[in-house]
């Protein structure tokens, strides 16, 4: 699987926007761009994805570098409520798609 | 908005004793997955599911574990005999579509303890 990497963790304050990075050099043509989240006791929460351009929903935005070997979760107003585990995650073209998580970057947010 | 419920939210049982684990996908969902979580790691995948049959599994999804969709609603996780190493949140998820931009959508998870 195309690897991911992303740092441990990050802290943001409260209304203040939030760049998450994800690093993925090896990524291929038809790899997805798929962001997850997980908040304290939940299980995964599906935020965004993209392929190659600029994705924007009511949770988040996701830009991709045009050589798609890095792209950014942007939370543009951080509330306490994003304090979570976000994943970066390459969804691959083969078999059945599963998600393979990484360790992820944990968002501190403070008020 | 539809959710993915799975229950027990926690089970505890003794090593070698059987469990099961509930899922109730969202209702349109054709495709189902479980991952676990032992604590402090990362979530792995276990299996995942469709047309009433595996379509992938990992290497942690051994001959102990076993997979069924007994009606139209529920998706469970069988192990045989349990042992400590076990111990796991069991997230149970679905998506509607086996597309690379299908999103999975998880439960609330399991928590298992073997005693």
């Known amino acids: 699987d195309a690897k991911t990497t992303q740092p441990n963790s990050m802290e943001s304050n409260e209304e203040e926007p939030v760049h998450l990075p994800c690093n993925h050099s090896?990524?291929?043509?038809?790899?997805?761009i798929h962001w997850y989240r997980q908040l304290p006791s939940q299980g995964p929460e599906y935020v965004i994805h993209?392929?190659?351009s600029n994705v924007n929903n009511r949770m988040a935005s996701l830009a991709i570098a045009e050589d798609r070997k890095s792209s950014t979760l942007i939370l543009h107003r951080a509330t306490l409520r994003d304090a979570a585990v976000y994943y970066c995650?390459?969804?691959?073209?083969?078999?059945?798609?599963?998600?393979?998580f990484g360790k992820g970057t944990m968002l501190l947010v403070s008020p | 908005e539809p959710e993915v419920t799975q229950t027990p939210s926690h089970q505890v049982t003794q090593m070698g004793q059987e469990v099961i684990l509930r899922c109730v996908p969202i209702s349109n969902h054709l495709y189902f997955y479980w991952y676990r979580q032992i604590l402090g790691q990362k979530v792995e995948f276990l299996v995942s599911?469709?047309?009433?049959?595996?379509?992938?599994k990992s290497e942690i999804f051994d001959d102990q574990f076993s997979v069924e969709r007994p009606d139209g609603s529920n998706f469970t996780l069988k192990i045989r005999s349990t042992k400590l190493e076990d111990s796991a949140m069991y997230f149970c998820a679905s998506s509607s579509g086996q597309a690379l931009g299908s999103p999975l959508h998880f439960g609330n998870g399991t928590r298992l303890t073997v005693t």
């Open positions: 993209g392929l190659t």
């Open positions: 599911f469709y047309n009433n049959e595996i379509s992938e």
């Open positions: 090896t990524i291929s043509g038809t790899d997805y």
């Open positions: 995650i390459l969804r691959r073209n083969s078999g059945y798609s599963t998600l393979t």
